[in-house]
């Protein structure tokens, strides 16, 4: 019997039993909003079972084992996630999420749109959300952008449009091979540039880490001593990246001088705004982010102070011509047409390297539309002033030391032991911070500052409350003579 004949003739993939499936689609709905209504409950992190990991390792199956049994093993992982929908989520930066998200995804899923292009619904959408960012920069209007995965692609494309401006876009063709292209940024620049440096060819040495100020902002008489050694190097100077919240510490830099030495110098300025840059929804944070504007170009995320579902990020160019000249290839099978479905232009994939593209717009105008952005501007402030509380409470107290200034949202602090050298101290806060993420009462990181292990509290969450800081610190304090013991073993 030939493959296809086993198999009703009619209905594809769709359910054979549309009630049955309706049924188990308003399950999985309600343990989904069960999941999100308790996400301030129970551990933060839990760790897979054993037995459920099994349940992830069979072979390829021939014969699928039907909707109802593949619906039991969906809900069965939702308890298991990163931890990022609880209050005391504060590792690394992540969004907590919204349940409203849940619609946008419904929807999504439902009209399983590729935006690559074409004249769809969807289309007009991205165009939208895309119409609402540069309004929030104040980019100018004829700016060009992309709703992608993350501020990594964002970046990536980014760069890839200052590389090829500089070579006048015959890199398109002929590749960078001996431009010795070079570009800047700081220290505490997000790893995500250096690579996009190499996806692009330049290599990762070609971006030159600048050193920070007291406040860990770019130095930038440090800056420009670097661009005018390149040049009298017969170096080819070509981008400054910009910090609007570096991942460690949180700290801006100062985006107007950065982008005054960008004019001077003929360099493309790139902001890496990945959580910061939202920063302009609070009215604090805003004076801070002066100069963004000026940028030639934007990376920064919706899944993080947005708090979009995962994955929604986005890049601004401010010449949407240059950002065209970068990607547009249009071959005879992508012709555009002034009517019908293959009008619309200029499409996405001329602005990017996918073609086919999810509809992640969609979370991202279902957010601002539901909530507006005083009120995500507002959580983004008491954000801010979580970890002003927190700097405070550190510094009341005998035991913690503060690592660095808090900038924005992070505060980078350690425990203090006596008899322990900063090798001990190093291992002991590692080892604190292992704990309270198994423990499952807070999840912080660890980073690095000035060269010695530092807890990283980073908070992006809309449910984190203020008390929560104190929870975090008895939590550390109850904990602390049983970390010293291993530690020290
Ligand atoms: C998270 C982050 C990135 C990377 O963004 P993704 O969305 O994870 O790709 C880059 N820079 C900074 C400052 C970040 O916080």
Same mark, same amino acid.
């Given at each position: ?13 769709? +359910? ?17 909003? *069960? ?13 897979? +079972? ?10 390829? +199956? ?70 609402? &960012? ?9 700016? @060009? ?40 940024? @700081? ?39 670097? /661009? ?11 981008? &400054? ?10 700290? =801006? ?28 929804? @609070? ?62 232009? +200029?499409?996405?994939? *001329? ?49 913690? *030391? ?31 911070? /292992? ?13 690095? /500052?000035?060269?010695?292990?530092? =807890? ?14 104190? /929870? ?18």
């Amino acid at each position: 019997m030939a493959q296809a004949d086993r198999y009703p003739a009619q209905g594809g993939l769709d +359910p054979q039993d549309w009630d049955a499936f309706r049924a188990r689609a308003h399950d999985m709905l309600d343990a989904a909003l *069960e999941q999100m209504k308790s996400a301030e409950q129970g551990a933060v992190w839990t760790p897979l +079972p054993e037995d459920t990991k099994e349940t992830y390792r069979t072979p390829l +199956p021939r014969e699928g084992k039907g909707g109802e049994a593949v619906a039991d093993q969906l809900a069965q992982l939702l308890p298991y996630g990163v931890g990022n929908t609880h209050p005391r989520f504060f590792g690394w930066v992540h969004g907590s999420g919204t349940p409203g998200n849940l619609m946008a995804d419904i929807a999504a899923a439902a009209l399983n749109a590729n935006l690559g292009g074409r004249d769809h619904g969807a289309m007009y959408v991205e165009k939208q959300v895309l119409d609402w &960012v540069r309004e929030l920069f104040d980019f100018p209007e004829d700016s @060009s952008g992309l709703v992608v995965s993350g501020t990594s692609v964002a970046t990536v494309i980014a760069l890839k449009t200052a590389r090829d401006r500089a070579l006048g876009w015959a890199s398109r063709k002929e590749g960078v091979d001996g431009a010795r292209l070079v570009g800047y940024t @700081s220290e505490q620049t997000h790893s995500c540039v250096a690579r996009a440096f190499d996806i692009l060819g330049l290599g990762s040495d070609a971006l030159r880490k600048i050193p920070t100020d007291a406040d860990f902002r770019i130095d930038l008489e440090a800056l420009t001593h670097a /661009i005018d050694a390149d040049r009298a190097a017969g170096y080819h100077p070509f981008a &400054v990246i910009g910090t609007a919240g570096a991942v460690n510490v949180g700290s =801006i830099d100062d985006l107007s001088a950065v982008a005054d030495i960008a004019a001077k110098e003929n360099l493309w300025m790139h902001v890496d705004g990945a959580f910061g840059a939202l920063g302009v929804l @609070s009215e604090t944070v805003r004076p801070m982010l002066k100069g963004l504007e000026r940028a030639d170009s934007l990376a920064f995320d919706f899944h993080k102070w947005m708090h979009v579902n995962y994955d929604a990020g986005c890049v601004l160019i401010s010449s949407e011509e240059e950002h065209r000249k970068t990607f547009s290839e249009r071959p005879e099978y992508l012709k555009a047409a002034s009517r019908g479905l293959a009008a619309g232009n +200029p499409w996405p994939v *001329e602005y990017g390297p996918e073609l086919s593209r999810g509809f992640r717009a969609l979370k991202v105008w279902t957010q601002i539309a539901e909530h507006g952005t005083d009120r995500i501007g507002a959580m983004v402030e008491r954000n801010c002033g979580q970890a002003v509380l927190l700097g405070k409470l550190v510094d009341a107290a005998d035991d913690l *030391e503060l690592m660095a200034p808090v900038a924005l949202n992070i505060c980078c602090f350690r425990v203090l032991r006596a008899g322990l050298d900063d090798t001990a101290l190093d291992a002991l806060n590692e080892e604190i911070v /292992i704990r309270l993420q198994e423990d499952g009462i807070a999840a912080p990181s660890t980073t690095k /500052i000035h060269g010695r292990v530092a =807890i990283r509290v980073n908070i992006t969450n809309h449910r984190t409350k203020d008390e929560d800081m104190e /929870i975090l610190l008895s939590a550390i304090k109850r904990i602390v003579p049983d970390c010293s013991q291993e530690a020290a073993e």
